[in-house]
């Protein structure tokens, strides 16, 4: 009886060459998708901000609309790159550019803090400077595919194309559903309290009003040890 062959589960299977540190780098940048996919996670079980939980489901929703549009166009890889399945457009430059363009549309239109008041200029500033971060590592990304000869520049460029267009919808979309209440209709939904889903992060930068908190507490419990000297003894 013959044994079935095996197969790899190549998630993670990069081709580079090793003696260019060039194609080393981007090797660990084709990883970029899979750690955001942990980070997502990540972020949604710990906060349960329903906003997180939205830009993961654009995400998915992008994903599927490059499944599909791969299997439409049927393109292949370039022929110096014996890998698997088409290549147009490129699934890793449409995966960031959704995120890049999603999280700059956040940070500059969405995210509005009023808990705790920040410093307007300063923190809009600081903003600016994380969605450009972000979207020069989403080019950095996009480039390594075709660095790497996975892809061609125009299956980059298509794939870019379509992260925009699906970070954009959804973002729309999103939008829409919290103009006419529906975000706030599943917050009352039984599931989601139970669940503890919230939204604050919309109005709040979490980091600085936790800290706030925090530092709140701090000096509370400091100044309740101060009112209760230990007593001396004679």
């Known amino acids: 009886m013959e044994e079935t062959p095996l197969a790899s589960l190549s998630?993670?299977?990069?081709?580079?060459?090793?003696?260019?540190?060039?194609?080393?780098?981007s090797a660990w940048l084709a990883l970029v998708p899979q750690a955001l996919c942990v980070a997502y996670v990540t972020l949604i079980l710990a906060s349960r901000e329903v906003e997180v939980i939205?830009?993961?489901?654009?995400?998915?929703?992008?994903?599927?609309?490059?499944?599909a549009l791969k299997r439409i166009i049927k393109e292949e890889r370039p022929k110096q790159m014996l890998g698997k399945g088409y290549g147009m457009p490129s699934s890793h430059a449409q995966f960031v550019t959704y995120f890049a363009v999603y999280l700059t549309l956040f940070l500059l239109v969405r995210h509005?803090?009023?808990?705790?008041?920040?410093?307007?200029?300063?923190?809009?500033?600081?903003?600016?400077?994380?969605?450009?971060?972000?979207?020069?590592?989403?080019?950095?990304?996009?480039?390594?595919r075709i660095y790497l000869n996975y892809h061609t520049p125009k299956q980059v460029l298509a794939g870019c194309a379509a992260g925009v267009l699906c970070a954009v919808s959804w973002y729309v979309a999103t939008s829409f559903l919290r103009t006419k209440g529906y975000v706030d209709w599943v917050l009352d939904l039984?599931?989601?309290?139970?669940?503890?889903?919230?939204?604050?992060?919309?109005s709040q930068d979490l980091a600085e009003a936790g800290w706030q908190e925090w530092e709140g507490l701090r000096k509370l419990k400091g100044r309740?040890?101060?009112?209760?000297?230990?007593?001396?003894?004679?």
């Open 224 to 234: 309740g040890h101060s009112d209760h000297p230990s007593a001396k003894s004679d």
């Open 190 to 202: 039984g599931i989601s309290q139970l669940l503890r889903l919230r939204d604050l992060v919309v």
């Open 11 to 25: 998630l993670t299977h990069v081709h580079y060459n090793p003696e260019d540190p060039l194609s080393f780098l």
């Open 112 to 144: 509005v803090p009023t808990v705790p008041k920040p410093d307007t200029t300063s923190y809009f500033l600081m903003r600016v400077g994380l969605a450009a971060g972000v979207c020069l590592g989403a080019g950095a990304v996009a480039t390594s």
């Open 54 to 67: 939205l830009m993961f489901a654009g995400q998915m929703g992008c994903e599927a609309f490059n499944f």
